[in-house]
């Protein structure tokens, strides 16, 4: 007998528990290489299903916890679990028929027919391949083999891209704590006016959020902590140190106190009750420690606004986490279980073919049709400078970020990286740019584009009124690097 707790719409024809159980760490579990027995697994599984918690998030890097969903959701949940997973593929060129492997290998494994989610993950945005993933997944999603799409560790701008180039959205899964911050602003108001909801892990930072870990000495990161702690303390690192942390602590226990419940409770509830959250992704060690009862307290439990005002004050407290949902995964501080991305990924291909020349030049292509119907090159690069053409968001034969300029300059300057990057350079050694508009009220929204995107570079910068090629471009830029070899 399944307990009854109230669902949440997180999207048309999606009601889930606002509480999802994570298999992250059956990956963790399995690190000896040793896979957990999935029958096993699958009974502990229908522990959470009985109480209530119906809904579960896992990936297919997450050792063989796709299996063991698939086992339970056949065997115990017959069929009644809202099963979510994710596809990352590895860095690089991807074709539609590697997409539609990848998503018929989680339907065998999950033992359906229509996966419930499909949550995507980008490694490099300055690679179009993050767009071509999408566009075929919104294909096989009209085909009816996913029933909704959403994104994972997305940051504002990119997902901004996505939903402004036709790509059907229902969520975007993103570490939201009261250790991380980093969702409360710019990604809300995203999500809020495109109806995406989000999906918050690491509310309770990995353990590290509880009355366990109040007045105890400071732990080291090594092979003794769970891969989730040795990701959390990184975190907890850059939020100002343990000693903040413990001044955290000391507060949310008083707070928890008063309300009767535990820290665990009471930092993953915050979370949930922020606007935009659709669900909060609390952890499951199968068979090690559940915490079933104290996660279902999370559906009945709620917080006075009182209780709010002293859990944001004492988070104000701690030093924010820079940059944007998702940076932890591409650029540094890596604020993973190893520091680097060494245990998700073994290199960065270049996103674009470059060729060199009998003239000691290099070119780099990103296979627009312009550049073959006017004969030029994305990039060109002679000794230490890069020369940039001017681009526009476009991306093979599509227009990318739709009508939204802001979308359209993003991608442009993705573009921009992308070719930098190819020929050896990055987006920090960009000494010029130069901007062309089509409509003069666009000319603050993208210049605060160019101030987000080149804030710790400041390139010698122009913006000129033009009258641009094509109908549906809004902007085009051009650059110049000099790289440092």
Not at 131 to 151: A, C, N
Not at 222 to 227: A, I, M, P, R
Request: a neutral charge; aromatic letters at 8%.
């Amino acid at each position: 007998m399944v307990s009854h707790v109230m669902k949440k719409e997180l999207a048309t024809d999606l009601s889930i528990s606002p509480v999802i159980v994570g298999l992250w760490q059956v990956a963790d579990l399995e690190r000896n290489g040793i896979p957990l027995n999935p029958d096993e697994s699958a009974k502990a599984l229908e522990n959470y299903y009985r109480e209530g918690l119906t809904s579960f998030d896992m990936a297919d890097h997450y050792g063989s916890a796709e299996i063991i969903a698939g086992v339970f959701n056949k065997q115990y949940a017959k069929g009644g679990a809202q099963l979510f997973t994710k596809w990352v593929p590895s860095p690089g060129l991807v074709s539609r028929q590697q997409v539609k492997t990848a998503v018929e290998k989680s339907l065998t494994r999950l033992q359906t027919e229509c996966i419930d989610l499909l949550q995507f993950h980008a490694w490099n945005y300055a690679d179009p391949a993050w767009l071509d993933s999408l566009f075929w997944l919104q294909e096989l999603k009209d085909e009816g083999y996913i029933r909704h799409l959403g994104v994972t560790n997305f940051d504002t701008a990119h997902l901004l891209v996505a939903i402004k180039s036709g790509i059907q959205l229902a969520t975007n899964q993103i570490c939201y704590s009261l250790l991380d911050q980093r969702a409360s602003g710019q990604m809300t108001q995203v999500c809020l006016t495109n109806n995406i909801k989000l999906l918050a892990f690491g509310t309770v930072a990995g353990g590290f959020l509880s009355e366990k870990w109040l007045n105890q000495p400071e732990p080291i990161i090594n092979e003794t902590l769970t891969w989730s702690q040795m990701k959390y303390k990184r975190f907890i690192d850059a939020s100002g140190g343990w000693q903040k942390f413990q001044y955290l602590l000391q507060q949310l226990n008083a707070i928890a106190l008063e309300n009767k419940t535990s820290i665990a409770t009471l930092a993953s509830r915050f979370i949930l009750d922020q606007p935009a959250v659709g669900a909060v992704i609390i952890g499951a060690r199968l068979g090690k420690a559940e915490h079933i009862l104290e996660n279902k307290k999370l559906h009945s439990f709620r917080l006075d606004d009182s209780s709010k005002n002293k859990i944001e004050k004492a988070i104000s407290t701690l030093t924010k986490i820079s940059g944007d949902c998702g940076d932890e995964y591409r650029k540094p501080p890596f604020l993973t279980a190893s520091g680097d991305l060494s245990h998700h990924i073994s290199s960065m291909p270049p996103p674009y073919p470059s060729v060199i020349g009998s003239d000691g030049r290099t070119k780099a292509l990103s296979g627009t049709i312009w550049e073959d119907l006017a004969g030029f090159s994305r990039a060109i690069k002679k000794g230490n400078r890069i020369l940039i053409s001017g681009t526009t968001a476009t991306h093979g034969t599509r227009l990318i970020g739709g009508s939204d300029p802001v979308a359209q300059m993003h991608f442009v300057i993705d573009k921009i990286e992308g070719a930098i990057q190819s020929l050896g350079g990055s987006l920090k050694e960009v000494v010029r740019t130069r901007i062309y508009i089509k409509n003069m009220n666009d000319w603050e929204v993208l210049a605060r584009v160019h101030g987000e995107r080149f804030k710790d570079i400041q390139p010698a910068n122009t913006m000129i009124k033009a009258e641009l090629i094509g109908n549906e471009y809004l902007v085009e830029m051009e650059a110049e690097a000099i790289i440092n070899e």
